[in-house]
């Protein structure tokens, strides 16, 4: 499948849930050294489930692409099927095959989802 | 010298690869010396009294020899290493047991378009011997700022300047020769050390004509050579007073209980079994170059140069970093298009058979604080490239921007 059909590039350019929740539980950055690639994951959450997701960050049209998708997909869900998630899910969300140098680009957003959530869940046992 | 000549162009007919600054292709002359050492020559060098012991020694040192010649060293200056990155690191080493007791801070200066290799072990050294760090800055050209060097070596006790010959992004040639003789006009004590390891495959270099340099590093994979083999050289006066910063076999006279004398240059700085069959390979190289019509590789490489300039400058929405003069630059070539990331870039390129680099080429400093983008796309060219590569790359360039046009 071309990994650039006008579908990645439209989120890309034009990327779903891009902004800031003013009222989020959590916000979290990571980066991918190799590339300078940044995401920031706004996450609220409600009864175990995501109520809502959003993103801000630079990157390349996978890492964007990707963080579009995945928050479109993550809305509502629970919180223990998104830490379920690996990256060939992922790639079955975004429905692109990438190859190994690429899929930390993808995965970016997955990392900062799953660490956002893991670290609500800790405090909220505490 | 013909496309042929390499054999991963006879296994790939179609590809265009323009990542040369990373690392170049190899010649079968160069595979065939490797093998040959292996089949062969095959022993550990120095003191083997046994014949193919004595075969393995000869070739190493008439490798070192060949090299020495090559740059206008004594092969005695000339030490074999893994690379331009250890090359540097030793010469940190031993410049710090060189100053670990004097108390005075001083400065070692860098510039702001050095690789990471060419950053990381004079940051180790500043903090282990508590001196200052400096960084000359660039001008809007792209090019080493002269008035603040002179202005940072007049103002401070710089006692290290490290600079690169050629910048692995921005394709600047600094004159280093030039540039070193002015600083040792005024700080005759500096040491002053120059890192080729992007000069070195495209010009030749002959060190008896620059005899303000003290040490000069760079590496065989970028030449046409195997990995894991590179070159230290040290002006031998330097190198007899230094004391090694890496022991073990090979590098002694006499070991007793709780001490050791080292051995004569340039023994004295490779301890350790050597690359040897790095090194006869790095040798085959510059047998390789002899070969060739050295006005019809300058001519060619400065045609392509001037092409892939023009064809990259004529593109509207690409932003080119890196001299517009073709003397201050060599052929590397980076750049970013507005809206499409460098990875993309590479990627949609590789689906064309045009393998260029994307990143920060170990550059994160003048990446982010000079060119103030977070990565690059970098065409890098070798003698083994033609216009029409150029050409693809140029027209798969403007594809990609129409198919990420809004």
């Not at chain 2, 690379?83 to 801070?105: P, R, V, W």
């Not at chain 2, 070193?180 to 270099?205: E, L, M, W």
């Not at chain 2, 910063?245 to 006499?254: A, H, L, N, T, Y």
């Amino acid at each position: 499948m071309d990994l650039y059909r006008q579908d990645m590039i439209d989120h890309y350019q034009n990327p779903r849930n891009y902004g800031e929740i003013f009222d989020a539980d959590v916000i979290i950055e990571l980066d991918n050294s190799s590339c300078g690639d940044k995401i920031k994951l706004f996450v609220k959450l409600k009864n175990d489930k995501i109520d809502k997701v959003s993103f801000t960050g630079e990157g390349c049209a996978v890492a964007i692409a990707s963080a579009s998708k995945l928050t479109e997909y993550a809305k509502g869900k629970d919180i223990k099927h998104i830490q379920e998630l690996t990256t060939d899910d992922l790639l079955k969300i975004i429905k692109v095959d990438l190859t190994i140098s690429r899929i930390k680009c993808a995965n970016l957003s997955l990392e900062t989802l799953k660490k956002s959530i893991n670290s609500v869940d800790r405090k909220q046992k505490i | 010298m013909q496309k042929t000549d390499f054999p991963i162009f006879r296994n790939y007919p179609e590809l265009v690869y323009l990542d040369n600054a990373a690392t170049s292709q190899k010649p079968q002359a160069v595979i065939d010396a490797v093998k040959d050492f292996y089949e062969n020559k095959n022993s550990n060098v120095h003191r083997g009294i046994h014949s193919l012991a004595e075969r393995a020694t000869l070739e190493f040192e008439n490798a070192r020899n060949n090299i020495a010649q090559f740059i206008g060293a004594d092969p005695i200056e000339v030490i074999f290493t893994s690379g331009t990155t250890e090359s540097i690191n030793l010469i940190a080493q031993m410049l710090f047991e060189h100053y670990e007791n004097t108390n005075e801070k001083k400065t070692i200066l860098l510039s702001e378009m050095e690789h990471h290799s060419n950053i990381l072990p004079w940051q180790l050294l500043a903090g282990r011997l508590g001196w200052e760090l400096e960084y000359v800055r660039l001008t809007s050209e792209y090019e080493l700022d002269l008035e603040d060097l002179i202005d940072k070596i007049k103002k401070r006790d710089v006692s290290i300047l490290s600079l690169t010959h050629m910048s692995n992004v921005l394709g600047t040639i600094n004159n280093l020769d030039e540039i070193f003789s002015k600083v040792k006009n005024i700080s005759p004590r500096t040491f002053c050390i120059g890192d080729g390891a992007q000069y070195i495959p495209h010009h030749k270099f002959d060190l008896t004509k620059n005899n303000n340099i003290d040490f000069y590093v760079f590496s065989g994979h970028k030449i046409m050579g195997p990995t894991g083999i590179g070159i230290l050289y040290g002006k031998k006066k330097l190198l007899e007073t230094l004391n090694p910063s890496k022991v073990g076999g090979g590098m002694i006279s006499k070991v007793e209980r709780n001490s050791f004398s080292t051995s004569e240059l340039p023994e004295k700085f490779e301890a350790g079994t050597p690359n040897i069959a790095g090194a006869i390979g790095l040798s085959a190289v510059i047998n390789y170059f002899s070969e060739l019509n050295e006005s019809k590789v300058e001519n060619h490489m400065s045609e392509l140069t001037n092409f892939t300039l023009n064809e990259l400058n004529n593109i509207d929405e690409l932003t080119l970093y890196g001299p517009q003069n073709l003397i201050k630059r060599g052929p590397v070539f980076s750049f970013s298009i507005d809206g499409i990331h460098p990875h993309d870039i590479s990627q949609i390129l590789d689906q064309d058979g045009i393998a260029i680099r994307a990143g920060h080429h170990c550059c994160q400093i003048l990446h982010r604080e000079i060119l103030k983008i977070p990565a690059s796309a970098r065409v890098s060219l070798y003698l083994y490239n033609d216009i029409e590569e150029i050409k693809k790359l140029s027209i798969s360039i403007k594809k990609l921007i129409t198919q990420f046009k809004r």
